[in-house]
């Protein structure tokens, strides 16, 4: 959201953020009434509808109320609701808690409006940008104009929006939308073509079955930086203006890298679940009881899982199947002959002494999740290449190398095209 430009917007969103708060404050007063209600009464539904229910006489009761859309103020009392829920969750399942703990007020960042009260409109704004009008924010409809991370699929419907301040002070609309999964294709109708295995590691980010080499994402200026500021923060008097200051670039820093690694991983699992019917990675839960703690590989391991999440995620909505397959050997094992090689982390070759398939280790990898990927997902080899025979084709001279600053730029086309020299 771009209230910044537009002071009125902004400041309506401020004031209608610290109302809120505050009658989240009258949500507490809803609870202490809740508490009032003998839990005989209903079932805890039924008396967070009843205390709900309550808002509109509240409403005429405290007239400042009227200044906020009913449904963002549902939402705050719903809020305390579900904590209470929770609670007594914890309760039943034998864990000994406490009362609710109130947050303190800075805690508060975001307010929601469900189903009404606002109105998108994608491209009204300046610069072909969006215009979101919230009603009744602080006693008046604002038009704020909003720039969208990614075009809304056709078809949606925009259920909730969360107004949302992040600790650096800027705004951002959570569009929460509904929309149909499209079918996954039947693993019988599926062409081998449009199936790849991939390997996820250190050094490559990525090595595809199909011979793509995506290199990690360079992070290191702004590693760097946030080191610098890190330690700038450390000097600063805890708690001064100065140290508020240097605290929010620190946090624009962090948010930053954050961004950049959730924007590469979306474009590449954008790319691979649209450009084929089923996309094969190594079960990461299997492999981490088998390894065990070493390799400080652990830390890749908590980026690969979410790239997975998220590659799932855009699997369900293309309708692509992600599928994890066991990762038993995938590193020693020779893809043509199927005979098991010991191989440390710093050889990069294989090289099977029984076959003579020789290419890059990973791709060796890449080519065997490829194959459990088939087997597990039941997809038949088209016409009577085998894996193995496929992979000769693929010479370690055709492999395309990508580097991650090109995916992060030009998104999923670069994927498609040869390697440029000089990469
Ligand atoms: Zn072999």
């Not at 330690?231 to 962090?254: C, D, F, G, I, P």
């Not at 090689?341 to 290419?359: A, I, Q, Y």
Request: proline share 4%.
């Amino acid at each position: 959201m771009w209230p910044t430009h537009h002071r009125w917007a902004r400041f309506r969103l401020n004031c209608a953020l610290w109302r809120i708060n505050f009658e989240r404050a009258t949500g507490y007063h809803s609870l202490h009434r809740y508490n009032r209600i003998p839990e005989t009464a209903g079932t805890v539904k039924q008396r967070v509808t009843k205390v709900r229910d309550e808002i509109p006489d509240l409403k005429d009761w405290w007239t400042d109320l009227n200044n906020v859309y009913s449904t963002v103020l549902q939402q705050a009392v719903e809020q305390i609701a579900t904590n209470i829920e929770n609670l007594g969750k914890l309760k039943e399942n034998g864990y000994s808690v406490g009362s609710l703990n109130w947050k303190s007020p800075d805690e508060y960042r975001s307010f929601t409006y469900r189903q009404r009260g606002f109105e998108l409109d994608e491209k009204s704004g300046p610069n072909g940008r969006g215009t979101l009008t919230l009603k009744k924010v602080n006693g008046d409809n604002i038009d704020v104009p909003i720039r969208l991370h990614r075009p809304l699929p056709d078809d949606t419907d925009v259920k909730h929006v969360t107004v949302k301040k992040d600790r650096t002070g800027a705004w951002y609309a959570c569009l929460n939308v509904e929309q149909k999964a499209p079918e996954k294709p039947d693993p019988a109708e599926i062409d081998t073509d449009d199936t790849v295995g991939i390997d996820l590691g250190i050094l490559t980010y990525i090595h595809d079955s199909d011979g793509r080499q995506i290199s990690r994402l360079d992070l290191s200026d702004d590693r760097e930086r946030l080191e610098w500021e890190q330690r700038t923060l450390s000097r600063k008097e805890h708690r001064s203006n100065n140290w508020e200051s240097q605290r929010r670039t620190v946090a624009e820093v962090h948010k930053r890298m954050r961004q950049k690694k959730l924007d590469f991983k979306h474009k590449l699992a954008a790319f691979y679940t649209s450009e084929y019917d089923a996309v094969f990675v190594e079960d990461l839960n299997v492999k981490g009881m088998l390894e065990g703690k070493r390799n400080g590989r652990n830390t890749h391991e908590v980026g690969w899982r979410d790239f997975i999440t998220i590659l799932e995620h855009h699997g369900r909505k293309r309708g692509c199947h992600v599928v994890e397959v066991g990762p038993e050997d995938t590193t020693k094992e020779c893809n043509q002959c199927g005979v098991n090689t010991e191989k440390p982390l710093w050889v990069r070759e294989h090289s099977c002494p029984s076959c003579g398939f020789e290419t890059d280790r990973d791709y060796n990898a890449a080519l065997n999740v490829w194959e459990r990927g088939l087997e597990k997902l039941g997809v038949v080899h088209s016409e009577a290449t085998t894996p193995a025979e496929t992979a000769t084709a693929v010479d370690t001279d055709d492999f395309r190398e990508v580097s991650a600053s090109r995916v992060v730029e030009t998104g999923s086309p670069c994927l498609k095209e040869p390697a440029v020299a000089g990469e």
